[in-house]
């Protein structure tokens, strides 16, 4: 028989699915319905591999529910704003909006290639009007509520990218993008008020079960909920009209451990002091330098600076504790000063080494350990308080229930709770992303753009010759009238954070009207996606924020959903090993070539050294383009070989040998599908199961059946696929028969969601009507999921002797004599009769000589 051929096989499937609209999902169609859901993209340029194990995953779940008589929504669009593209206008001199939507039609054309079930009706890119327009009514409509205000604020500031940075988008005191060292700034920002959402989010999480742990986990910690106590430090002498300063601890039961107190460096009293005091003023702006995020400043050398100031202990008269400006509190976090507990807190014990701090244990894991002196590690175990007065002897909990009640009934504090959750910052200095739709006038203030005059559309002619924000400088863009006054007004020159764009792209893929964000009950119909697929590195930012806003609009009634994601999953990448030259510089795959003494340059025979199998990056150089792939296997291959070798939560080694394997694995099903045609209908068409073969044949179909549904179910689709090969060997093993016939066309059907390009050409082939796609996922029948022969004991004295393979349910005569009939049985009882045999029906028999 002829090869399978992709290269034709794959284009002409994929236009009969688009000319039918086979894919499209229908609003009304009375179905079930099945909202299945890739990240979208960034429209960078090109699709790399993660792209592709990403959307084929995607894609076989889709495929399978539509099978399973779904009317699945598989939907695909570009999450199209942010900064790539700015830097492109900046570096080749093109316009952020024609490189955008050149990448997204050279990316559309690659998605295509590899025959996605996608119902591309419902396309979308965050930067076209018709969005951002609707994005910015949501806006409005979040502004009217209360959730969106503006306030000043210190921010992240990239000095590179010239903009404001999301803590999330600050790693290791580096910008995200530029990887410059970030700065702190005040500037007036626009927020979206996640923080009333805070207890709902966190709440929320227990219903999602289908999420994987530790992304719950990472959320719970994000929002980051504290119980502990707030209470008032007395000053012993006023300073600036202030008498004393709040602190937040989770740990109250150790306040007798306190050997100072902190104050942010930004605190009032710290700014109110520093006027004064030059030492300190440049203290708090060293300060400064450096993120605002909790983990950085975990990391950091702690750092402080006597005030000279004294606080009064709340519990013990005669105890003073001084106060320090600290590097380590945070402004934004509790009250912005803390009482230092070094013995307990790993943070406070540096920092009292540091500065010759008393450090006093009070919490001991055993009474023996009350005197033992805390070294160079804080002792944060459990145990019984010591040296602590009336608080000696109990627990932690209790000692924290003891102390708060004291400090309400004494007026000083009370039992609060605090939230590590900020405020989101959506404003950005950046003109490629959603215009706010704010006109600040003079008079009236922050005034709404009347929804009528949306959307506000970027102006086409920006320069990009210095850096900045470019809507800043255009000569009239900003330059409006007032809506309520009439004054001259000037239109808001930040743009929303990209991230608002994916809060809601999916509710706009289920509904999108022309005049409003989305149909309510439309929406409602598909929300939430059942199954949302992605990488874990969204498992904070986006997923929160899009919890958020979907909760939201639930708040001001636009919408009836609490999750937007009933079930996620997130893959593995695909990796490579990394390859370098002798001169250290990084080599692609393309450029290394296997000689006698290993890997050499192909170019110029230098020596490679082989590095670690890494997520496959530009930086390193070890990415493999999946379109020259694409061209020499097609798209079956690549996607079987997407979903063969690795469990899909882990890392994909991309190999040579691998998409070799499922080229051929393709070419073995096309064989069978092949010879069945040559072979003719007749020796197929009839009853399956006619010999013993044929019904172990059949069992071995039905228990693939069963087992690959229950594995594409879970997203186990290694698993799946480890089936299938289970189930071709054996048809490739059994001679021709209607059970072998049978075998191989319900084989098609199990494969069609993965491979379907050769799953439609051999359905055609076979003289099947309509097509693969839409055939319905082939009927388990249980009673052949059921072993249908035993294994049997035999025993002799009770001394196991033989193996027998009856059937089920043999009568016990039957058994006796299938035993006393065995060779070896017969060779042991040397002509005697058996004195008694015992039976135990579908188990043993046990033979009494
Ligand atoms: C005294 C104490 C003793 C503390 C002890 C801890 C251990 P979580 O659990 O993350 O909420 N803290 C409070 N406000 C802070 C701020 N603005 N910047 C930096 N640190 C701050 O952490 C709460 C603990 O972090 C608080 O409890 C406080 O230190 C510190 F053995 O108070 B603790
Ligand atoms: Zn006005």
Redesign the pocket.
């Known amino acids: 028989a002829a090869r399978f051929n992709p290269l034709e096989a794959d284009a002409h499937w994929q236009k009969v699915w688009e000319e039918r609209g086979t894919f499209h999902a229908s609003d009304a169609s009375g179905k079930p319905k099945a909202y299945i859901l890739e990240m979208f993209p960034y429209p960078s340029g090109r699709i790399h591999m993660g792209h592709v194990r990403n959307y084929t995953m995607g894609d076989v779940l889709a495929r399978y529910r539509r099978m399973n008589g779904f009317e699945v929504l598989h939907p695909m669009g570009w999450d199209a704003f942010g900064m790539p593209a700015e830097n492109a206008a900046m570096e080749k001199k093109v316009h952020p909006g024609a490189w955008t939507w050149d990448n997204i039609a050279a990316m559309r054309a690659q998605l295509k290639r590899i025959g996605f079930a996608l119902d591309w009706s419902r396309e979308l890119a965050t930067c076209d009007p018709a969005y951002y327009g609707q994005e910015q009514a949501l806006f409005l409509d979040l502004f009217e509520a209360g959730l969106v205000y503006r306030k000043q604020s210190e921010v992240n500031w990239d000095p590179v990218d010239m903009t404001v940075l999301a803590n999330e988008q600050v790693i290791d005191g580096r910008g995200w993008r530029s990887g410059a060292l970030v700065e702190r700034r005040k500037l007036s920002q626009w927020f979206l008020k996640i923080t009333d959402f805070a207890e709902e989010l966190l709440d929320g999480l227990g219903s999602l079960e289908d999420w994987p742990e530790k992304v719950r986990l990472m959320q719970e910690n994000w929002i ?1 909920k ?1 119980q ?1 106590l707030r209470f008032r430090f007395a000053l012993t002498e006023p300073v600036a009209d202030q008498d004393g300063f709040e602190v ?4 109250p039961d ?1 306040i007798f ?1 306190a050997s100072f107190a902190a104050i ?1 460096a930004d605190h009032p009293i710290a700014t109110a002091i520093a006027e004064n005091n030059p030492a300190l003023a440049a203290f708090i702006d060293e300060c400064k330098k450096g993120g605002t995020t909790a983990a950085e400043l975990e990391t950091a050398e702690k750092k402080g600076f006597d005030t000279g100031l004294r606080v009064q202990h709340p519990l013990d008269p005669n105890w003073t504790l001084p106060v320090y400006v600290a590097n ?3 402004m934004e ?4 000063a ?2 230092g ?1 070094p013995a ?2 790993q943070r ?1 014990l540096d920092f009292a080494r540091k500065y010759g701090l008393p450090v006093t244990r009070v919490v001991a894991p055993s009474p023996e350990e009350a005197a033992e002196p805390i070294g160079t590690e804080a002792y944060t175990g459990p145990g019984r308080l010591v040296n602590s007065a009336f608080l000696d002897g109990l627990t932690a909990q209790d000692g924290i229930r003891e102390v708060i009640a004291r400090a309400e009934a004494g007026g000083w504090g009370e039992g609060t709770t ?1 939230w ?1 959750l900020r405020d989101w910052g959506v404003s950005r200095q950046r003109y490629w992303g959603t215009p706010i739709p704010i006109i600040h006038c003079e008079a009236c203030g922050a005034v709404p753009v009347p929804k009528d005059q949306l959307p506000v559309v970027l102006p086409e002619d920006v320069s990009f010759d210095i850096p900045g924000n470019p809507l800043d400088r255009h000569p009239t863009w900003s330059k409006v009238d007032c809506p309520t006054c009439g004054a001259a007004a000037r239109r808001e020159t930040d743009t929303l954070d990209t991230f608002v764009d994916s809060s809601w792209y999916f509710i706009r893929f289920a509904s999108q009207p022309a005049d409003q964000p989305f149909d309510r009950a439309v929406a409602e119909s598909w929300l939430p996606v059942d199954q949302y697929i992605g990488g874990v590195e969204h498992a904070i930012l986006h997923l929160l924020y899009a919890r958020f806003w979907t909760r939201a609009l639930k708040r001001i009634g636009r919408i009836d959903v609490d999750e937007p994601f009933q079930g996620l999953f997130t893959q593995g990448m695909v990796t490579h090993e990394t390859y370098k030259a002798p001169d250290g510089r990084w080599l692609s795959p393309g450029e290394v070539v296997q000689s006698d003494g290993g890997l050499i340059v192909e170019e110029s025979g230098e020596a490679v050294t082989v590095g670690r199998v890494e997520k496959m990056s530009k930086s390193k150089r070890n990415t493999v383009d999946p379109e020259p792939i694409l061209d020499q296997y097609g798209a079956d291959a690549v996607r079987w070989f997407m979903l063969s070798d690795s469990p899909p939560e882990r890392d994909l080694p991309w190999s040579e040998a691998g998409i070799e394997g499922s080229w051929r694995f393709v070419q073995r099903l096309w064989r069978l599908a092949s010879e069945l045609v040559e072979q003719g209908s007749s020796t197929w068409l009839g009853d399956t199961g006619a010999s013993e073969a044929d019904k172990a044949l059949d069992r071995k179909l039905h228990q693939t059946i069963a087992a690959v549904a229950a594995n594409v179910e879970s997203l186990s689709f290694n698993k799946a696929v480890a089936n299938i090969y289970e189930l071709a060997n054996a048809i490739e093993k059994a001679g021709p028969s209607p059970s072998r016939g049978q075998a191989i066309e319900s084989l098609l059907l199990l494969v069609a969601p993965m491979v379907p390009h050769l799953a439609e050409q051999a359905w055609t082939s076979l003289g099947r009507e309509g097509l693969i796609a839409d055939a319905a996922w082939p009927d388990v029948d249980p009673a052949l999921l059921v072993e249908d022969e035993v294994t049997i004991a035999v025993q002799v004295n009770g001394k196991l002797r033989d193996t027998l393979t009856a059937p089920k349910g043999a009568a016990k005569d039957a058994l006796e004599e299938m035993a006393l009939g065995s060779e070896k049985i017969v060779r042991l009882l040397e002509g005697k009769a058996p004195r008694k045999v015992i039976v135990v029906p579908d188990r043993l028999v046990n033979i009494v000589a």
Do not use: E, K, M, Q
């Not at 976090?333 to 912005?336: A, E, V």
């Open positions: 980051g504290s502990g937040f601890t989770t740990r150790t451990g942010a380590f509190v945070l976090y509790g009250t912005g803390v009482f507990c307990h807190d406070d605090v590590r």
